[in-house]
C-alpha cells in the first residue's frame, strides 16, 4: 500500500555524470516537492510542481532540474553531479497546496552517491 | 520567511513525556505549523498539525500560544520506538516564492 515510492533507494554516479531519480505516487495529489537532505540535515526544498506549473526555489543550482510528465510521476535530473550532491533525496505530495494547511507525504527518498 | 529554531537533541526515558519547543518569532499569518518524524534512512512522517490554540491525536499533542510565535510538541509517555529526529515545519508555499522553511530537527533519544 505505498503511496510515494521512489526509485532506486540507492543510486551511485560518477562525477559530472547525469543521473534521474524517479518519484511516483499513488494518492493522485496535485502537488509533488523533491527535497535534498544532507547528513544530519533538515530537508531542504528543491522545487515543486503544483500540477503542471514548475515553482523553482530561488537558490535551487540550475544543475538540478525537474519533470513531471503526468500526474503520478515526477522526476529529478541531476546534469552533472559534483561531490556535494551527495545526498537523501525525497520526494513529498500534498493533495493542495501546503498554503492551505496541506499535509505533506513523503517518499522513503533516494541516496545518491557520487563517485 | 520564518525561521525555525529548535533544540538539537534531547534524551529522555521510556513512560516519560517529552516536549519539543520550536521558535518561529516571523511567523506570518496563514502559516500552518507541521511537526514530521524521521528514522534513519527513511523519509520524514507527519505527526500533527495547527494553526493556533492546542490540537491532540492519537499520538501528540501540539500546543500553540496566542502570539504564534512558538509551537510545542508533547508526546506522552515515550517508548524506545520514539527515538527519532523531529523537525517543526512553518509555512506555506505561494506563487510569490517559498516560505516552506524546517526547522534544524530535534534528535531525541528514549532510554531504557
Known amino acids: 500500500d505505498a503511496m510515494v515510492i521512489q526509485n532506486p533507494r540507492y543510486q551511485v554516479t560518477q562525477f559530472g555524470k547525469p543521473v534521474t531519480l524517479s518519484c511516483s505516487q499513488t494518492l493522485n495529489h496535485n502537488v509533488m516537492y523533491w527535497y535534498q537532505q544532507k547528513s544530519s540535515q533538515a530537508p531542504k526544498l528543491l522545487f515543486h510542481y503544483y500540477d503542471k506549473d514548475f515553482n523553482n526555489e530561488a537558490d535551487t543550482p540550475d544543475n538540478f532540474q525537474s519533470r513531471r510528465p503526468n500526474t503520478s510521476f515526477c522526476f529529478l535530473d541531476i546534469r552533472s553531479p559534483g561531490l556535494g550532491d551527495a545526498a537523501m533525496y525525497l520526494c513529498a505530495t500534498s493533495r493542495d497546496s501546503v498554503l492551505t494547511g496541506e499535509t505533506q507525504y513523503f517518499g522513503p527518498g533516494t541516496r545518491l552517491l557520487v563517485l | 520567511l520564518a525561521k525555525t529554531t529548535q533544540p538539537i537533541s534531547m534524551d529522555s526515558y521510556e513512560g516519560q513525556e517529552v516536549n519539543i519547543t520550536c521558535s518561529h518569532n516571523n511567523i506570518a499569518t496563514n502559516d500552518y505549523i507541521t511537526w514530521y518524524q524521521q528514522f534513519p534512512s527513511q523519509g520524514p512522517r507527519f505527526i500533527i498539525q495547527?494553526?493556533?490554540t492546542k490540537v491532540t491525536n492519537e499520538v501528540a499533542s501540539l500546543f500553540i500560544p496566542a502570539d504564534r510565535k512558538s509551537s510545542t510538541l508533547s508526546l506522552p509517555r515515550v517508548s524506545l520506538s520514539d527515538t527519532a529526529v523531529y523537525y517543526c515545519?512553518?509555512?506555506?508555499?505561494?506563487?510569490?516564492?517559498?516560505?516552506?522553511?524546517f526547522g534544524g530537527g530535534t534528535r531525541v533519544l528514549v532510554k531504557p
Open positions: 515545519l512553518v509555512g506555506s508555499l505561494a506563487a510569490a516564492g517559498n516560505k516552506l522553511t
Open positions: 495547527g494553526y493556533k
